[in-house]
């Protein structure tokens, strides 16, 4: 056979099977399209209704009035030169969340944000932003402070290497967030918060509203990672607790979660804490008498300028002291980092369900310096599936 004849046989095949495959595809056969293969990704509400059960078993209530916002915000007390740092911490906390509920952002900053701030993060943020400057009184030493002493605890604090042990700003940060962010007058126009830092990721859809499942279920503080502090940042921090405990023992609630921080029935301090740069919380507890007076006992010590107290010791004392236990939440399913500590769920379940993208491998719930284990076992609560293959 010649070549070209060869080729026409082909070409006479080719034809023939062409047209046999265009007559059964244009009558009963099935082609199969990506979507056998792969489940199509569900609609919104698809995701409120089905995945919302999955969620409820992690933790996460889904209602069905979720179109109902809560009275809530984001907030993120920032510097105008986080600007990309925070850029990308909205753009996860959008994708994986806001984006369907839009929900408001106050930004607050000891100066005023440039307008290239608020450009960006305006686009960036679906809900309505605003921005604050906080009042002076609130960012300086208070009267009672003598600051030749704090310049002194500076000084040698950096001698020792301390983290953030000889700066200044930092402390009147910590001092802000454990003092002063929940009554700044834009945050008095919300009942809940949100707290959102620089550079944060968020690995996991958010499977519901977090603000509506504070609200319905009477949570007023809540986590995705806890540890322990460094001493050397809070040495006399105990002494302060203990002494709003004595002039204070109406503040102190029944069923409170006092286990999770003192292994002594409140004689120490174990530095057990919730890791503050994530929370999510009620502002009326933050702006209840108990907790000002709480407030005002600390920062009447010093401790914030004499030493370096965190705000995440503070709220987290505060929280297990003056809270019922029930009423501080731990969220498996918001999966989080910020350097250097990642919560991813232990549960595959929860990370296919969620399509979560962080390393199993990088969960840091159940590692030796981590405190979660501790939360769940104090309060007798269940861990997530997987979680013992994690340690
Ligand atoms: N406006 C303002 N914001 C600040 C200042 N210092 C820190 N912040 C903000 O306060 C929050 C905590 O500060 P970070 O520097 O993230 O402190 P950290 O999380 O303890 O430590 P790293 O993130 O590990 O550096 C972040 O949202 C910062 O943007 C400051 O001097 N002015
Ligand atoms: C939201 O909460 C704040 C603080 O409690 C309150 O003043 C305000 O009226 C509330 N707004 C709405 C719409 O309920
Ligand atoms: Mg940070």
């Known amino acids: 056979m010649s070549v070209s004849a060869r080729y026409t046989r082909y070409l006479a095949f080719a034809l023939v099977g062409l047209t046999f495959f265009y007559l059964v595809s244009r009558s009963s056969l099935e082609i199969p399209t990506s979507s056998s293969f792969a489940p199509a990704r569900p609609t919104y509400e698809e995701v409120k209704g089905e ?150 990721e968020l690995f996991c859809d958010v499977p519901g509203d977090p603000f509506r499942f504070m609200k319905e279920n009477n949570k007023k503080y809540s986590f995705v990672i806890s540890l322990y502090e460094y001493y050397e940042t809070i040495p006399t921090l105990w002494d302060s607790v203990k002494g709003f405990m004595k002039s204070h023992p109406e503040h102190i609630a029944d069923g409170n979660a006092m286990e999770f921080i003192s292994e002594d029935g409140g004689e120490t301090y174990n530095k057990c804490h919730f890791w503050s740069n994530f929370e999510i919380g009620s502002l009326e507890w933050l702006r209840s008498k108990q907790y000002i007076d709480y407030f005002s006992t600390l920062d009447h010590d010093g401790g914030f300028f004499y030493e370096r107290w965190g705000d995440a010791p503070v709220h987290s004392i505060a929280a297990s002291l003056m809270l019922k236990a029930d009423e501080i939440h731990f969220w498996n399913e918001i999966a989080y980092y910020h350097v250097p500590f990642t919560h991813c769920p232990s549960s595959e379940k929860t990370r296919l369900d969620l399509r979560c993208h962080c390393k199993p491998s990088e969960n840091f719930d159940w590692a030796g310096y981590s405190c979660t284990k501790r939360w769940f076992d104090v309060n007798k609560l269940q861990k997530p599936d997987g979680w013992d293959s994690q340690q």
């Open 51 to 200: 995945k919302a059960q999955s969620a409820v078993s992690v933790g996460l209530d889904q209602s069905n009035s979720q179109t109902q916002r809560v009275n809530a915000t984001f907030v993120t007390l920032a510097r105008n030169s986080d600007i990309w740092e925070i850029a990308k911490s909205i753009r996860n906390v959008e994708d994986r969340f806001n984006r369907n509920f839009h929900y408001d952002w106050v930004f607050l900053n000891d100066k005023d944000f440039d307008d290239e701030f608020k450009k960006l993060t305006t686009a960036l943020v679906s809900g309505t932003t605003h921005y604050g400057r906080i009042p002076e009184d609130h960012w300086s030493y208070p009267d009672w402070i003598d600051q030749d002493k704090a310049r002194e605890a500076r000084q040698e604090m950096g001698r020792k290497k301390i983290i953030y042990g000889d700066n200044e700003a930092y402390r009147h940060m910590c001092r802000y967030e454990s003092g002063f962010f929940f009554r700044h007058p834009l945050m008095m126009n919300y009942e809940y918060y949100w707290r959102v830092e620089p550079s944060i």
